[in-house]
């Protein structure tokens, strides 16, 4: 009998975006592989992979442990029906709950530590409930990997994990054979796209206002935004706000989509003045092909680009540090911008390949299961 797989995240979007490919080794390998996952997408792309689908209802806004302990109780329900023989969380719900869970019904786990997202950021008192949470959680898990080296050394330094649990993956990596372009790169016009979740913490407000400055210099350069509006997420921004910049003629709005692909082939510059990653996805499929990046100098961020030589680092937090990037991106020639995506691919290609991902997560099961 085949072992039987589950992979435990907060929205079922993000778990094809970033992990099909992982998944798919995986089935290929034998395994049955079982995505639990609020259902915010569609799901073809599983069934195209022989992976089956658990929908469960997660608000991944709420902040009450109280109201959320019942996703603990659902999730145990699961486990112990399916009889899993592994299983892997992801992101700070899933982790926190889903480890109560396995823990409950006698499944060995490891969580993946994606990126501190609006809990870390923020301080008060939901910054150190969501510590709580990790170090109890993390105590039950088999694992804890990270995404990046400052998590990991930042969850070390408050005890939030024991250091013999730890492994740094770096990053989930990106499909490089997938994510090439076909498209020679131009400044003609000049495009900056933003691609993501359009978060108030991605830094979309200093890319607004970065573009609105830069325009008064370069009327012609377009300022484009893609990915999902009204995200279930504390510090999304409303379609409303969005509605207003498109109005003031400041950015264009492209809407969402499932593949980023044409989009960044089309586009000069990635952008992204994230407050902190895990290791974003985005920049790394936009180095792979060949496109320069401006993106803030935090963790998750700061691993993809090499300053001065496949794009530029601005400050977290200052438009004005994002707006002297884009002002030097737009000084350079075609050329100098070619020779930063070439400089970019050859980055990810030695240090991102998704095959490496895909044998970290098969020689830890074949280790397990040995």
């Known amino acids: 009998m085949n072992k039987k797989i589950a992979f435990v995240g907060n929205s079922l979007q993000t778990m094809c975006n970033f992990r099909i490919g992982v998944m798919e080794a995986l089935v290929q390998c034998g395994y049955e592989v079982v995505v639990i996952a609020p259902k915010d997408s569609d799901i073809t792309l599983l069934k195209q992979a022989q992976i089956r689908l658990i929908p469960i209802e997660m608000d991944c806004k709420g902040m009450n442990p109280f ?45 993946v530590v994606t990126g501190l997202g609006f809990t870390f950021i923020r301080k008060g008192w939901i910054n150190r409930l969501a510590k709580c949470l990790y170090r109890f959680a993390l105590y039950t898990a ?26 740094l993956i770096n990053g989930e990596g990106v499909d490089v054979m997938k994510y090439q372009s076909t498209k020679q790169l131009t400044n003609t016009p000049f ?36 990915g999902q509006l009204g995200a279930n997420n504390p510090t999304c921004v409303s379609i409303e706000q969005m509605e207003q910049w498109e109005k003031n003629h400041t950015i264009k709005y492209l809407g969402e989509t499932s593949n980023v692909l044409p989009y960044i082939e089309q586009s000069t510059c990635i952008v992204l003045p994230s407050y902190r990653e895990g290791l974003s996805r985005v920049l790394l499929e936009a180095a792979s092909m060949k496109r320069p990046i ?32 884009m002002m030097h991106m737009l000084s350079l020639s075609e050329e100098e911008l070619i020779s ?9 290609l030695k240090n991102f390949d998704e095959k490496r991902t895909i044998n970290i997560y098969k020689h830890k099961l074949q280790e397990f299961f040995s």
Do not use: M
């Open 67 to 111: 109201v959320d302990s019942q996703l603990a109780i659902n999730l145990k329900k699961i486990y112990k029906k399916e009889k899993f023989d592994f299983v892997f969380h992801f992101t700070i719900k899933p982790i926190v709950y889903g480890s109560w869970a396995a823990r409950r019904a006698k499944v060995p786990q490891i969580s």
């Open 142 to 167: 088999n694992e804890v990997w990270f995404l990046n080296q400052e998590d990991k050394t930042l969850f070390l330094e408050q005890n939030l994990v024991s250091t013999f649990k730890t492994r």
């Open 191 to 226: 495009t900056f796209l933003f691609v993501g979740r359009v978060l108030w913490d991605k830094g979309i407000g200093e890319f607004v206002e970065a573009a609105r400055v830069v325009k008064k210099q370069h009327p012609k350069v377009q300022f484009l935004v893609l």
């Open 294 to 325: 401006i993106a803030s100098n935090v963790p998750g961020c700061r691993e993809i680009v090499v300053e001065g030589k496949t794009g530029f680092l601005c400050d977290v937090r200052d438009t004005n540090s994002l707006i002297a990037c």
């Open 340 to 348: 930063f995506g070439e400089a970019g691919r050859e980055h990810v």
